[in-house]
């Protein structure tokens, strides 16, 4: 055989064997993504929501198990008020909703352990839904809260409450929801690649992608900030209206603080509740000034809180709500 034979043959043969190793890195991958059965999720009626969660349905969701009551909220069913037990409704996105963990590592239940920790006896409702906007959350809350009768109502903020509402969806009964959806490329092995840099990136004290805070602070100013202002106004008038103590709270993106591009949202936030009277707790106070925050990542491929993380701000939360009763 020719030399230049011989290269040919080394050159497929070398091609072959790459092709073998990334299929064989991409099933391994993605056999570590959360997996995702049916979708929870289903258009709404409600005027002002594009989609809400299925009621009294069971499925797997980021790799954990999601039930819904009857009502359409993730837990147990809701029983009548019982004497004596402060109820609690959280109502927020996907950060209350508990994306990526079990119903018992949920923000919700871990502020329910955590009051009882504290000496308080309570029911804690968990009105948080993937997805959602400041105005969704506000509209959600005014469908369900007269008939939940809440002590007190919590929202929980994340910094994409900004954006504006969704338009409505049509989602089929049977749709399921690709777990690779928005990984780069459509692989898990690039997207799991793509993150190692950024959390690289994150802990070498540099930003990964141009978000910056400039333009988080632009967002707010530009609309974003009068969605957020409206959907608090919202609230608190339901809660006066009902009754309920009105609380609200942000919950930090798990990055180093110091390079965190939203961070001016939530500081524009609490800003805007000091201006309308309503009290309100930043979370990133919980982790007593930690500059990494990437571990408290529910998995390695979604951002979301851990049962670590939600545990920690609970008891944060709570250590607030019991002290200003």
């Known amino acids: ?5 011989a290269f040919v043959k080394r050159l497929a043969a070398t091609a072959v064997a790459s092709v073998v190793v ?3 890195l991409e099933l391994g991958f993605r056999a570590a993504v959360p997996a995702c059965g049916l979708t929870p999720f289903r258009s709404s009626a409600i005027p002002g929501l594009a989609v809400e969660l299925r009621p009294s349905f069971e499925t797997t969701y980021k790799g954990a198990v999601v039930r819904t009551n009857s009502l359409g909220m993730r837990g147990p069913e809701v029983g009548p008020r019982e004497p004596g037990l402060l109820r609690v409704v959280l109502c ?6 508990g994306s990526g963990v079990e119903h018992d590592a949920t923000l919700a239940a871990s502020l329910e352990r955590a009051l009882a920790e504290r000496g308080t006896s309570a029911e804690v409702l968990n009105l948080g839904v993937p997805g959602y906007t400041a105005e969704e959350v ?3 809350a005014e469908h369900r809260i007269p008939g939940l009768a809440p002590d007190v109502l919590v929202y929980v903020l994340y910094a994409n409450d900004v954006d504006p509402p969704r338009e409505p969806l049509e989602i089929p009964p049977d749709a ?7 990984f780069t490329l459509g692989s898990a092995f690039v ?10 990136l994150v802990r070498s004290g540099r ?14 100013e530009s609309g974003g900030g009068a969605r957020i202002r409206s959907a608090v106004q919202r609230m608190k008038d339901l809660s006066v209206a009902s009754g309920a103590r009105f609380v609200a709270a942000s919950y930090p993106h798990l990055t180093d603080p110091a390079i965190n591009p939203f961070r001016p949202i939530d500081e524009l936030f609490h800003q805007d509740l000091a201006t309308l009277g309503v009290e309100s707790y930043d979370l990133l106070e919980a982790f007593d000034g930690e500059s990494d925050l990437l571990d408290y990542w529910a998995d390695v491929f979604d951002h979301h809180p851990s049962a670590e993380c939600n545990a920690r701000v609970a008891a944060h939360l709570a250590e607030q709500l019991s002290d200003d009763r």
């Open 1 to 5: 055989m020719s030399s230049r034979g």
């Open 22 to 24: 990334m299929v064989t």
């Open 92 to 97: 927020g996105d996907s950060f209350t909703f």
């Open 138 to 140: 506000a509209a959600a």
């Open 176 to 182: 399921r929801i690709d777990p690779l959806s928005g």
């Open 191 to 200: 997207e799991w690649t793509r993150i190692q840099v950024s959390r690289a």
């Open 207 to 220: 930003r990964p992608h141009r978000r910056t805070p400039e333009w988080s602070r632009h967002q707010y």
